[in-house]
T-cell receptor
Framework: EDQVTQSPEALRLQEGESSSLNCSYT??????LFWYRQDPGKGPEFLFT???AGEEKEKERLKATLTKKESFLHITAPKPEDSATYLC???????????FGTGTRLQVFP | ETGVTQTPRHLVMGMTNKKSLKCEQH?????MYWYKQSAKKPLELMFV???????ENNSVPSRFSPECPNSSHLFLHLHTLQPEDSALYLC?????????????FGPGTRLTVL
């Protein structure tokens, strides 16, 4: 069964304190792995798509990496405006569905 | 308007009411989706439409009835809902509904069933 597990469930960081969020997945052939950011009361906002192991993508303070079993979202020197829930989703080769994890709620304090 | 819009943003309804959620995408996409997001649970895919044809119905109860009159508009008709149906309902769209199309989400409708 295709599955996505995100950890930690919640993360509190001081401004400037770098850290990583984890997304572990099991899927019958990975077509793509997606990262989204969701602010309270809003819909998910697309961040990255990763397609194959070894691939990396960056956007401002965020960097996403992918292995055959997991993806990491690295946050370098975070700011309070980075506070949000970060969602990971995978798409298997035999379906167009996105399978989502439950997310990591990040809080960055000044 | 840009991106994906949803109305209403908040809805409170009784178990015997009938209401509809509306989604409109301004991205020129051909596929549209309905998702349900409940607290502490992953997003659950409900329905997928590609070129106005339903291609996915993820075992959703019949009290939820989707309608896609054209590739820009998607509705979710609600009737005789249960309190456990209270959730954030999200609409999304993508270019074609196949391959690794990125899905772009609307702001959601927060539904409360009394």
């Amino acid at each position: 069964e295709d599955q996505v597990t995100q950890s930690p469930e919640a993360l509190r960081l001081q401004e400037g304190e770098s850290s990583s969020l984890n997304c572990s997945y099991t899927v019958s052939g990975l077509r793509g792995l997606f990262w989204y950011r969701q602010d309270p009361g809003k819909g998910p906002e697309f961040l990255f798509t990763l397609y194959s192991a070894g691939e990396e993508k960056e956007k401002e303070r965020l960097k996403a990496t992918l292995t055959k079993k997991e993806s990491f979202l690295h946050i370098t020197a975070p700011k309070p405006e980075d506070s949000a829930t970060y969602l990971c989703a995978v798409q298997a080769r035999n379906t167009d569905k996105l399978i989502f994890g439950t997310g990591t709620r990040l809080q960055v304090f000044p | 308007e840009t991106g994906v819009t949803q109305t209403p943003r908040h809805l409170v309804m009784g178990m015997t009411n009938k209401k509809s959620l509306k989604c409109e995408q301004h991205l020129g996409h051909n596929a549209m989706y309905w998702y349900k997001q409940s607290a502490k649970k992953p997003l659950e895919l409900m329905f997928v439409y590609s070129l106005e044809e339903r291609v996915e119905n993820n075992s959703v109860p019949s009290r939820f009835s989707p309608e896609c009159p054209n590739s820009s508009h998607l509705f979710l008709h609600l009737h005789t809902l249960q309190p456990e149906d209270s959730a954030l309902y999200l609409c999304a769209s993508s270019q074609d509904g196949g391959g690794t199309d990125t899905q772009y989400f609307g702001p959601g409708t927060r539904l409360t069933v009394l």
